[in-house]
Each structure stands twice: as C-alpha cells, then as structure tokens.
C-alpha cells in the first residue's frame, strides 16, 4: 500500500484486490469518503480536496450552463459507478454525461453496461498523478470523450482506434468554448464561482 498525500488530492493504491473485494467496497462507498478506480487487481481511493472539488464543480456548471443555454439534451451521471466484469475494470469519475444517448438513458434508474452505453462524456480532475493509466482504461470501456484538468490546462480527447487523439474543440458538445473556460478555472480562486458561471454565460453569445 502507498500514500500520496498533496493539499488537492489524496490516493492510496492497493494491489492484488480481487474483483469480488471492488465490488463489495463500491457497494459499502455510497458515504463518498473516496472515488475509486479499479483496474484488473489494481485499486486506487482518491480523497480530493477543496482545490479538486472547486475545479470539477466549476467545469460541471460550465458544462451544464452551455447545455442549457444551448438547448442540448444531457443527463448527468455525476460520479456514477461504471464496471465491466469482462474488463476487470471500473471507476467513478468526477463527472460524467450522457449528451448523445442521454434520450436513451431517460427513464434508466440503474446502468448496466452491459445493456447500456458508457457515459459519452467524462470529466477527471487530476491535480496529482493517478498510479491507473486512466486513458487506457477509459479506452477499454469506450469512452467517447475525456476531458482532463490537471489544475493548469484543460485537455481534451477523443477516442480513435483505442486511444485517445488530442482535441481542439469538443465532438460531444461542439461549440463549447474551450479556452474561455481554460482562462475562467484560471480565476477560480480570485472571483466567486457565480461571477465566474456569469462570465462563462455572457460570453456564449459572442462564441461561434
């Protein structure tokens, strides 16, 4: 077992976690003390921290404000828990949406991934460095999109043929301004998050 204390986040990695163990502790987590990823024996629990939790909570209003304002279908699936057995793999993310399936998903209250798609669109804050090479295992649940934010830039992929190709301009939200938002989560600890979010939505209209 190994710690990795940091003021934003906090992992600790077990090895050797039997697939049975994961889903027993997933099922005992709903307290939400921490996020855990799994990856075919691999377990790693992140506490994040106010700087992590300020970063996703902001990225999530600006996703969810350009949807609104934009008139898009979205359902968000927040920090939902998605597995695969088949894989061995799972994890919670700090959010995930449902943007192109999210018709599908209406009325779901349980998701299987199995019978359901994966999230069309998942967020990571990842202020410290996870021990999972998380990329691979999203391409291995078929992720469409990840977008990542390391607490300096916002990265943006998409999935091709596996892995994930660098990316401008978002494919499952096409028109989200990318770089307003970089330049805004730059600001998150001088201006208050409703300033920010009003800044975010006054300058949707003037984004082409």
Request: proline share 4%; net charge negative.
């Amino acid at each position: 077992m190994s710690t990795v204390p940091a003021s934003s986040e906090q992992r600790v990695v077990l090895r050797s976690v039997s697939w049975e163990t994961y889903l027993a502790l997933t099922e005992e987590s709903e307290s939400g003390s921490g996020r855990m990823t799994y990856d075919q024996g691999v377990l790693e629990i992140m506490s994040p921290g106010m700087p992590h939790e300020i970063a996703k909570r902001l990225i999530g209003r600006m996703i969810e404000t350009f949807t609104l304002y934009r008139g898009i279908e979205i359902r968000s699936s927040s920090s939902t828990t998605f597995k695969r057995s088949e894989l061995q793999r799972g994890f919670e993310a700090d959010e995930s949406y449902y943007i192109q399936h999210a018709f599908e998903l209406r009325g779901i209250g349980e998701i299987d991934l199995s019978i359901h798609p994966p999230p069309d669109l998942v967020l990571e804050i990842d202020m410290t460095n996870s021990s999972i090479r998380k990329k691979e295992l999203f391409a291995a649940m078929k992720i469409p999109e990840v977008w990542r934010y390391d607490g300096a830039s916002l990265w943006m992929g998409s999935l091709y043929q596996g892995d994930y190709q660098d990316l401008k301009q978002s494919l499952v939200l096409p028109g989200f301004p990318r770089e307003l938002a970089a330049k805004l989560l730059v600001r998150q600890f001088e201006e208050n998050e409703t300033a920010l979010i009003r800044a975010f939505l006054d300058s949707l209209s003037t984004c082409t």
